[in-house]
């Protein structure tokens, strides 16, 4: 997030870094300085992003948008929440106007589904999605980079790898049909069911139907997912690839003869979402299938949280305190 505010030049007089009490004091690159959280700290803030994990939002994050500022929240804690706007900056910003303190960044396999939704979605309404997912271990955390990477190693070295922590199972040379964790008595895992509940929310759709299989792979950085898409009223390859063209922060990548597709490691430090192997599904008049890939780190959590802090700004959504309550 710091990385972006300052690569676009975001207009702040004044950035200041929070985290955890361990880290209190610490500097970090460009000679900002890390403080602690409380109540005198948090005073005199336009605008507050998230990215503390569920918990620590649920407490502050109303206690930021208590003391004055709009906080864009990373977590899932808020998403579906009826008061809290649940926004991708290309799908749905008017959702911004209704804020009341509080606006959640959606699910990283949700965003960039999304984004590449949202056309054919106005074009010819969606009826039904089928999708799978491809996850990068980045969307689990640093710790997850280090398995994989030591687990390859272990095992390229014909060395035993040491018991997996970041995962149930071995993640190096493997597929995880688990990415998230499952509730008590639930046979989806919590990815899954963000990934349905947040695409109807952010689409505005409630009767979309969605199957998810949210699926851990061994790629360090980039999502990737095949989607097959139903839709209401007829939709050509073609025409869909005209769509998805024109569609704001979309490159469609689609010519399969010539080896040419989203890649999840070419998405990775880029910001658009990539689309590409867009086809008739030979089962169904009114289905298309597609392959998306994007960055989950950038579009699918710091970028589009940047961009919802722009949006803020330019619509001039922060600093009109006295005409909101807090969420
Ligand atoms: N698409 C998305 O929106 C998306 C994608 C990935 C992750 N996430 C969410 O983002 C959150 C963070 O993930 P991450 O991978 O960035 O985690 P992370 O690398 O562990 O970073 C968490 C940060 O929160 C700080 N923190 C933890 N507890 C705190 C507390 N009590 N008070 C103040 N600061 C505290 C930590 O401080 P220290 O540096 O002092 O430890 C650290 O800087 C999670 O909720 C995750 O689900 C969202």
Redesign the pocket.
């Known amino acids: 997030m710091l990385e972006l505010l300052r690569e676009r030049s975001f207009p702040a007089r004044e950035i200041v870094p929070?985290?955890?009490?361990?880290?209190?004091g610490?500097e970090l690159e460009g000679g900002l300085v890390?403080r602690?959280?409380d109540g005198e700290s948090i005073a005199g803030f336009d605008l507050a992003l998230?990215?503390?994990?569920?918990?620590?939002?649920g407490?502050?994050a109303p206690r930021f948008a208590d003391a004055g500022a709009v906080v864009v929240d990373?977590?899932?804690?808020w998403r579906m929440q009826d008061d809290v706007p649940l926004v991708v900056s290309e799908v749905n910003p008017d959702a911004l106007d209704s804020h009341r303190g509080i606006v959640a960044?959606?699910?990283?396999?949700?965003?960039q589904l999304v984004v590449a939704l949202k056309p054919l979605h106005d074009a010819a309404g969606i009826e039904r999605l089928v999708v799978s997912t491809y996850q990068a271990v980045s969307?689990?955390?640093?710790a997850a980079v280090d398995e994989l990477l030591d687990q390859a190693h272990a095992l390229l070295h014909e060395r035993p790898i040491v018991p997996p922590r970041s995962y149930a199972h071995q993640i190096a040379f493997n597929a995880l049909p688990h990415a998230g964790s499952f509730a008590p008595g639930d046979d989806h895992t919590d990815e899954e069911r963000k990934l349905i509940d947040e695409t109807r929310k952010i689409l505005g759709d409630p009767a979309i139907r969605v199957s998810a299989t949210c699926v851990r792979v061994p790629v360090l950085n980039g999502h990737s997912e095949a989607v097959n898409v139903q839709t209401r009223e007829p939709l050509s390859p073609e025409r869909a690839r005209e769509l998805l063209a024109a569609a704001p922060g979309v490159t469609v990548l689609d010519d399969p003869a010539a080896a040419l597709y989203p890649l999840a490691i070419d998405a990775s430090g880029q910001d658009d979402v990539f689309v590409g192997r867009i086809r008739r599904d030979p089962g169904h008049e009114r289905a298309l299938d597609l392959w998306i890939a994007a960055d989950?780190?950038r579009k699918?959590?710091?970028l589009?949280?940047v961009q919802l802090a722009e949006l803020l700004h330019e619509r001039g959504l922060i600093g009109s305190r006295e005409t909101r309550s807090a969420a």
Request: charge should be positive; proline fraction near 2%.
């Open positions: 929070f985290a955890s009490e361990r880290s209190v610490r890390v602690g959280l998230f990215s503390a994990g569920g918990s620590t939002s407490e502050w990373n977590s899932s804690r960044n959606p699910n990283c396999s949700t965003m969307g689990t955390g640093k989950n780190l699918g959590a710091a589009n949280a």
